[in-house]
Every structure is written in structure tokens, then in C-alpha cells.
């Protein structure tokens, strides 16, 4: 598989990526979460080295399968995500978001928890 450096970070990754959108559950419904894990660890094994999620996928649900599926090699990948989204506080069914806030402050307490429910320090 093709690969490239991811950014200005020095870390070569694949130009392939593997989305886990569908792990958050939302437009897809409902899904099997050991399926899931299977499906991100089976992309791993066919040769993708970067993996990405965001705490907006399923409420920070995306976020824990990915941890769990990319935990026995987490050190031999690019692992993304996104920061500072906010969820509208009125919206009992969760089905919208606010838009992205760059607060410092917000942005880190986002990393945060995202490092928390992808296993991570």
C-alpha cells in the first residue's frame, strides 16, 4: 500500500485511512459492536495505517470502539480525530451539532476526553 508523511508530523502512514464514522452508529443504525472492532482491526491487518474518528461520532461512542479496536497496535499508527465540537445541550435526541468552537480552553478539555475514550494519555 501506498504511503505518504502525514503533514509536517515525520510519521509515514498510508494514503489510505480507515473512517469510523459508521462506529458512532447515527445514518448507519444499529451495528454489532464486536463487528465493528473486527472491521477496523481487519482494514489494520490488510496494510491501513491511518485510522479516524471524532468525539461527534455516536456522543464520544465512536471514539471508545476505535480505542478498543486499535489498542493492541496503537503505536504503529496515525490515529485522527476532531477537537472543540460542541453539542447542542437542547437536543434530547442527539441528532444535530453545533458548530466547531476553537476556544483554548474548549479545545483542550475536548483532547481530553477524546484521549480518554480512545484508551489514550
Given at each position: 500500500?501506498?504511503?505518504?508523511?502525514?503533514?509536517?508530523?515525520?510519521?509515514?502512514?498510508?494514503?489510505?485511512?480507515?473512517?469510523?464514522?459508521?462506529?458512532?452508529?447515527?445514518?448507519?443504525?444499529?451495528?454489532?459492536?464486536?463487528?465493528?472492532?473486527?472491521?477496523?482491526?481487519?482494514?489494520?491487518?490488510?496494510?491501513?495505517?491511518?485510522?479516524d474518528?471524532?468525539?461527534?461520532?455516536?456522543?464520544?461512542?465512536?471514539?471508545?470502539?476505535?480505542?478498543?479496536?486499535?489498542?493492541?497496535?496503537?503505536?504503529?499508527?496515525?490515529?485522527?480525530?476532531?477537537?472543540?465540537?460542541?453539542?447542542?445541550?437542547?437536543n434530547?435526541?442527539?441528532?444535530?451539532?453545533?458548530?466547531?468552537?476553537?476556544?483554548?480552553?474548549?479545545?483542550?478539555?475536548?483532547?481530553?476526553?477524546?484521549?480518554?475514550?480512545?484508551?489514550?494519555?
Open positions: 500500500m501506498r504511503t505518504r508523511i502525514f503533514g509536517t508530523s515525520g510519521l509515514e502512514t498510508t494514503v489510505i485511512g480507515y473512517g469510523g464514522w459508521p462506529m458512532g452508529r447515527g445514518m448507519y443504525g444499529s451495528l454489532d459492536d464486536e463487528e465493528a472492532i473486527k472491521a477496523a482491526q481487519a482494514a489494520y491487518d490488510g496494510g491501513v495505517r491511518l485510522f474518528t471524532a468525539a461527534i461520532y455516536g456522543w464520544g461512542y465512536g471514539e471508545e470502539l476505535m480505542g478498543q479496536a486499535i489498542k493492541s497496535y496503537r503505536k504503529d499508527i496515525v490515529l485522527v480525530t476532531k477537537g472543540a465540537r460542541e453539542w447542542q445541550r437542547d434530547p435526541d442527539r441528532t444535530a451539532a453545533t458548530v466547531a468552537d476553537s476556544d483554548p480552553d474548549k479545545l483542550r478539555k475536548s483532547i481530553d476526553e477524546s484521549l480518554k475514550r480512545l484508551q489514550k494519555d
